[in-house]
């Protein structure tokens, strides 16, 4: 059995805690949150950082600007993760056990399942603690990937595409339908297809359009369709990107 | 029985000449072609525009910019439609019974299955030939929704955003994966997420990452990143867009 402190309440730090609870071979041990709802502290809750008792491993699932500021609260020969994904496991400058646990998920208030089917990317400096993570994520029922902390960052970024991005950019085609009267109903059929073709093939090979057939013609008259100065900047560039990737 | 001639043979023509030559209540009579591969003309099929018979209904399924260089083969007082979603029914000036049947799909050389479930955008210059076209629509398997031209090019601009765009936004993140010896298969399952998310909230509303918080730490990382000078315009600007989407 070991024993496992979870700093941190928010998304990630609450799914962790309220799954370590549950298994088998490991124990929630602490559960440090600065605040709690309605001051409401849970089970194994505490909200001060000079409570933590010494535990086997730490999780700090706190955003990234804070990660370094637990250190003075947490025993050099303890292993300590962070959550982080665009953070370097050398942040742990005077940790020898140290690593990386990343669960890759859309983060987003919508999302309350466990981490049942996710993925942690993670990394660790010594390979008995890498099989302790191993251990632990597939004891939550997720997935695991060895990555480097550069091929984390990159994942990470690669995750604000696929999803920030992506999500910014149908909001900005919702938004046209919406300002002209048209049900963005209509649409969806056409985003699930595109998302079909797209997890089902290169993307590159199946690009589509005025842009990628070189229709000037539509792009102006998207152009002068487009009001806003900001998503006419914001067409153009996303265009250009297009005709670029296939000169 | 309703004569129906089908010009052009790229994926929409063949698609709609195929179903329809399927159909109870419409004939398909001609069905013609510039080129044919293998120079084999189908049943049906011509390739002199000049042996284009007198029908009720011509239906152009020709790129925009050739619509208008078919007008001189088809009768003024026959009932003749195009299915472009950038030009609008005025293109139809000396035609006092005209139309458009503009397919809303993602065209692609992967989709080839007919029109069945399909929405056309459909617009008339009077009631009857409405109706038929809307018959037409239900005949082909489809759906159908009365939209005028001003709607129907803002409809096809926002199709752009959400197939071309969010297409080529996917093509970008898989590139930092590709680059970085990362399975870009990790990311699949945020991906099915990401549009679970938007099909069924706001997308307005969902918005997250470091652009959404205002986090300027990880935004810098990011950009130290990307090598490629295009590519971190292009994450700049839609970076700027969410930013501006929620002062």
Same mark, same amino acid.
């Given at each position: 059995m070991l024993n496992i402190s979870v700093i941190g309440n928010g998304n990630v730090g609450s799914k962790l805690a309220r799954s370590i609870d549950n298994l088998k071979d490991f124990k929630l041990l602490d559960w440090y949150g600065r605040n709690w709802i309605n001051n409401k502290?849970?089970? #194994?809750?505490?909200? #001060? @950082? #000079?409570?933590l008792k010494k535990s086997d491993l730490y999780i700090l699932a706190v955003s990234d600007n804070s990660i370094d500021k637990f250190f003075d609260f947490i025993p050099k020969d303890s292993l300590i993760v962070h959550c982080s994904g665009a953070t370097s496991i050398n942040i742990f400058k005077d940790y020898s056990r140290s690593g990386v646990l990343f669960p890759l998920q859309? @983060?987003?208030?919508l999302n309350n399942k466990l981490f049942t089917k996710t993925t942690f990317c993670i990394e660790a400096k010594n390979k008995k603690d890498l099989n302790l993570l191993k251990k632990l994520t597939l004891s939550l029922g997720g997935y695991n990937e060895c990555l480097n902390s550069k091929q984390r960052a990159n994942l990470h970024l690669s995750a604000v595409w696929v999803n920030n991005f992506v999500n910014h950019i149908i909001y900005k085609g919702k938004r046209i339908c919406d300002d002209n009267n048209i049900?963005?109903?209509?649409?969806k059929p056409i985003i699930k297809t595109t998302i079909n073709q797209i997890l089902n093939n290169d993307p590159k090979e199946i690009q589509t359009g005025p842009a990628r057939r070189g229709d000037i013609k539509t792009l102006e008259k998207h152009k002068e369709l487009i009001k806003d100065l900001n998503d006419k900047v914001l067409y153009d560039t996303i265009t250009k990107s297009i005709q670029n990737s296939y000169e």
């Open positions: 502290i849970p089970e #194994k809750g505490i909200d #001060k @950082i #000079k409570d859309t @983060i987003s208030k049900s963005f109903s209509i649409l």
